[in-house]
């Protein structure tokens, strides 16, 4: 199993980023996605999550309504659009892999992060 997260980088706040969890080595379309990150002294949290098929996904209540997860199965991708950036979202983002087609469930794969840095 691979997840490879990508698409971080410096962006001021207002801006908009996209990230992309590449998932290799299994049938992505069997399984539920998390976009996960930890900012610099403090935990990580769970940020959003999308079920198998795409009909479930949540979100943390900090990013509803300017962050939006989606996948296409077909490319082996999850994604999270990231809009309307503020300094609190920096933060090393992650895409892991549940264990089952639902977010209820755990983790059992996570990738590599990516880097996002919201400032001015």
């Known amino acids: 199993v691979q997840l490879q997260a990508s698409g971080g980088g410096l962006i001021q706040p207002g801006g908009s980023l996209k990230l992309s969890c590449a998932a290799s080595?299994?049938?992505?379309?069997?399984?539920?996605i998390g976009w996960f990150r930890q900012a610099p002294g403090k935990e990580r949290e769970g940020v959003s999550c999308?079920?198998?098929?795409?009909?479930?996904?949540y979100y943390i209540d900090s990013v509803k309504g300017r962050f939006t997860i989606s996948r296409d199965n077909a490319k082996s991708t999850v994604y999270l659009q990231m809009n309307s950036l503020k300094p609190d979202d920096t933060a090393v983002y992650y895409c892991?892999?549940?264990?089952?087609?639902?977010?209820?469930?755990?983790?059992?794969?996570w990738g590599h992060g990516t880097l996002v840095t919201v400032s001015s």
């Open positions: 080595r299994f049938t992505l379309n069997a399984y539920a």
């Open positions: 892991a892999r549940y264990s089952s087609y639902s977010c209820s469930g755990r983790t059992d794969y």
């Open positions: 999308i079920s198998a098929f795409g009909s479930s996904t």
